[in-house]
């Protein structure tokens, strides 16, 4: 029954500027793909979210001399690429609908940034106020701007700064650096990944994957847990680390430690966005990795035929494929696989993104003005809360602002019309957003059934983001041209010979 929910809503928000380019695009790379009669291998890779485009992107870049030997094909079932990469049009203006702040040290995003010639955007104001509402009263509340906080919406900016802002150190005092100094040394150890070939390993699994960086107990145990051997006080985890989880992964502190770590991250400002929508990512990967593109296509069997697999589509197409990656969560999906998988169980996530251009009732929050409201309502955890954020994107006038709201179960218009005293347009979107992160994690493996079947998405109990896709991404494409490509007569003589150091991996 959700099978679709998230891509047709993904899909209602395309815009027509965006039809026009992808359309291009689509004619692009059918003209500049390879013969279909060509005997080179075919690697298919299921989802052209920032996964599946960055496992072709790194095949590519890792084996440029077999580029005409090696045959990539995308199969996205929505009509756009991007995935949970996705914007929304609200009143003519475009916003991020999923995935929407980048933080400085995304490597591979900043470095898709600069080689798709994309620009960089700074979120439009640096910092912002933030109440935290408990249902009745705004607990706390930074209005005017000499309390402003630096900006949050995906990950926590400036820690340090919280902790000099006088109003935040003098309700959480010295648990703020404690939290700021467990978000840092956790993103020293993630930055491992991006380590030369020499010094890092191809990864088999997830859980060798963590355990070499030094993040895997953070999986064994919840981010409560954590922050409280860690020495932060139980105010601060109730409040405003709640909060932080609360926006980015729908979820409570007793989430797993290293996705809710990761949603702290971030201690040195910077957090950044792609100008016109972090789709263009996938896109310009797809785009400049040679790739044929089949938009509109779900496949729905994948069968191991012994030296290939036979992939079936909703279209009634048949390919032949000696490589599959599947690169989109497979909780919700019926894909038929055969013979048939057995994972460990996920559940996702649902966040709704309510996109309203209007008005906040003051009322509601009980204030006098709809000026007094911070521009970010945050919550604590409490499960008679209707709506988990709310956040003002974009101030027209007075009284036109347009605002996201993120919650747990969809927002009726009754609900909509007691927070908001005006409403012009109403958009909603149903994410199967991110895994529910349970400690211990049990990861599903990188290798399905241990041969050429593929699964980026396995790397999503550690954490979810575009960052961490990109790095589990890359590391599929080191497996994949270490397992298959040098093994088989692919002409890879060449990059054998420099490509077994890059690619060593223990068979
Ligand atoms: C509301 C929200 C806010 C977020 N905020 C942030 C943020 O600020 N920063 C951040 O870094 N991350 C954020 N994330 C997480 C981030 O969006 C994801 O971790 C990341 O985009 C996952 O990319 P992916 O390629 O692995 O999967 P996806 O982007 O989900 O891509 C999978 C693709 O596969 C396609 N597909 C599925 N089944 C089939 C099939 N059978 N055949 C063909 N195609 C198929 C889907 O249509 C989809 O396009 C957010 C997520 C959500 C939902
Ligand atoms: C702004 O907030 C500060 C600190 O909370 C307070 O001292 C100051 O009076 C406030 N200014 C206005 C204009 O409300
Ligand atoms: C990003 O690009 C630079 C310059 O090409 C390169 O030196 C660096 O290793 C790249 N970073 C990653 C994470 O690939
Ligand atoms: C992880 O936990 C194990 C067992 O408790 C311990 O031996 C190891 O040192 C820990 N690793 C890290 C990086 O903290
Ligand atoms: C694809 O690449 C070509 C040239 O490299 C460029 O002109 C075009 O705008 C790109 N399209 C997309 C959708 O990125
Ligand atoms: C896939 O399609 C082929 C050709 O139509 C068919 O023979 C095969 O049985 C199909 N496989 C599955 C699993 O449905
Ligand atoms: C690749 O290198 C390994 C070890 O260096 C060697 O055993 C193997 O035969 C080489 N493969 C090819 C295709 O040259
Ligand atoms: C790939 O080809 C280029 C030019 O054709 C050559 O300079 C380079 O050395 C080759 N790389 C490998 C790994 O063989």
Not at 10 to 21: E, G, N, Q, R
Not at 93 to 110: D, M, Q, V, Y
Not at 271 to 277: F, K, P
Request: charged share 20%.
């Amino acid at each position: 029954m959700n099978k679709l929910e998230s891509g047709a809503a993904a899909s209602t928000v395309i815009t027509m500027a965006m039809m026009l380019s992808l359309f291009t695009f689509l004619l692009l790379s059918v003209s500049r793909g390879s013969p279909d009669a060509s005997p080179a291998s075919t690697v298919c890779i299921i989802g052209s979210g920032i996964g599946g485009s960055s496992v072709a992107h790194f095949l590519r870049k890792y084996s440029p001399n077999s580029t005409s030997s090696i045959k990539i094909r995308i199969f996205e079932r929505n009509g756009i690429v991007g995935g949970r990469m996705a914007t929304v049009n609200v009143g003519g203006e475009t916003f991020e609908a999923g995935a929407s702040i980048l933080h400085p040290k995304n490597f591979h995003a900043l470095n898709y940034t600069n080689l798709l010639k994309l620009k960089v955007k700074k979120p439009s104001s640096d910092s912002l106020s933030l109440g935290i509402w408990d249902g009745k009263k705004l607990i706390f509340k930074t209005v005017n701007s000499s309390s402003r906080i630096p900006f949050i919406q995906f990950f926590i900016d400036k820690v340090v700064s919280f902790a000099n802002s006088v109003i935040m150190f003098a309700r959480y005092g010295f648990s703020l650096l404690r939290m700021q100094s467990f978000v840092e040394t956790t993103v020293n150890r993630f930055v491992r990944y991006y380590e030369k070939f020499e010094a890092r390993p191809v990864f088999r699994t997830v859980d060798e994957m963590l355990k070499w960086a030094g993040l895997y107990n953070l999986t064994t145990r919840t981010l409560g847990e954590e922050l409280i051997d860690a020495g932060l006080s139980p105010l601060l985890i109730q409040e405003l680390v709640t909060v932080i989880t609360r926006i980015n992964y729908g979820q409570s502190v007793s989430m797993s430690a290293l996705a809710g770590a990761v949603s702290l991250a971030g201690s040195g400002g910077g957090l950044w966005s792609v100008e016109g929508g972090n789709w263009q990512m996938a896109a310009g990967l797809i785009n400049h990795s040679n790739v044929k593109l089949h938009l509109h296509e779900e496949i729905e069997s994948v069968s191991n035929l012994g030296d290939y697999y036979e992939l079936n589509s909703t279209t009634g197409n048949t390919y032949t494929c000696e490589v599959v990656v599947v690169a989109t969560p497979l909780d919700e999906l019926n894909i038929q696989f055969t013979p048939p998988l057995s994972i460990p169980e996920r559940k996702l996530q649902h966040t709704h993104a309510t996109f309203v251009r209007g008005l906040l009732n003051p009322a509601y929050f009980g204030l006098h003005a709809a000026s007094k409201i911070p521009e970010l309502v945050a919550t604590i955890e409490d499960p008679d809360l209707p709506f988990t954020s709310i956040s003002a994107l974009k101030q027209h006038n007075k009284k036109d602002v347009t605002y996201k709201i993120f919650s747990r179960t969809p927002l009726d218009d009754k609900l909509l019309d007691s927070i908001f005293s005006a409403r012009r347009e109403t958009i909603r979107i149903n994410w199967g957003a991110y895994p529910q992160y349970h400690a211990p994690e049990v990861f599903a493996p990188f290798i399905l059934d241990g041969g050429h079947l593929y699964y980026v998405n396995a790397f999503e109990n550690a954490a979810s983001t575009i960052e961490t896709s990109a790095v589990a991404a890359e590391n599929i494409a080191r497996l994949i041209l270490s397992r298959f490509f040098s093994q088989v007569p692919l002409g890879l003589s060449k990059l054998n010979a420099s490509g077994e150091k890059y690619f060593h991996v223990d068979l």
